[in-house]
């Protein structure tokens, strides 16, 4: 904690500190975090201090389809909780959809072997259900224009898609 104190007095003091945003994480944790998470953990963090593949572990295909998977069933209890229970569907349905890239990355890469880092560039390298996910996840806030119905078909389009990941790759 005394470390996270003198980082966080550290950023404070900075220029637009309001911008500052990052990951702060011991050597023992990291080496010891969750197999399924290190994948986006891996490729969405710019160490600052020595390379990152010093204390991570290879990343294997194993590893990222837990990730994939695991993904899929919290996005998909989210969802179903969200839908039955919600009372703003559409600005559920809006917060549902953002995470739903860092699905699609891994699941790209362990299909293909290639990571994408952008939304637009993975936008143009998928296809059927995948393409119509990421399009609706770069889309998202023209949900708060659609009608209860049209967010319901999104809703189903998402859960079958969750659904099928599930059943993929079980």
């Known amino acids: 904690m005394a470390d996270m104190l003198l980082y966080k007095k550290l ?3 900075m220029p637009f500190h309001d911008k500052a945003c990052g990951f702060i994480c011991g050597k023992n944790e990291l080496m010891n975090w ?3 998470d290190l994948f986006q953990l891996y490729h969405d963090t710019k160490p600052l201090y020595k390379e990152m593949s010093h204390f991570i572990p290879e990343i294997n295909n194993e590893y990222i ?10 996005l998909y209890h989210a969802i179903s909780h969200s839908y039955i229970y919600g ?6 349905l809006m917060k549902l959809l ?3 890239f860092y699905i699609l990355q891994a ?3 362990l299909e293909t072997g290639n990571y994408v880092k952008s939304r637009t560039e993975l936008s143009t390298k998928l296809s059927g259900l ?3 996910i990421i399009d609706l996840s770069n889309n998202r806030k023209m949900l708060a224009c659609k009608s209860n119905i049209e ?4 809703y189903s389009i998402l859960i079958n898609w969750c659904q099928n990941i599930l059943h993929t790759y079980q």
């Open 130 to 132: 995948d393409k119509e």
């Open 87 to 92: 009372n703003n569907n559409a600005l559920s």
């Open 151 to 154: 967010i319901d078909q999104c």
């Open 107 to 109: 699941k790209h890469r």
């Open 98 to 100: 953002k995470g739903t």
């Open 34 to 36: 969750p197999k399924h």
């Open 11 to 13: 950023i404070a003091a």
């Open 65 to 74: 389809k837990q990730s994939v998977t695991i993904g899929a069933a919290n």
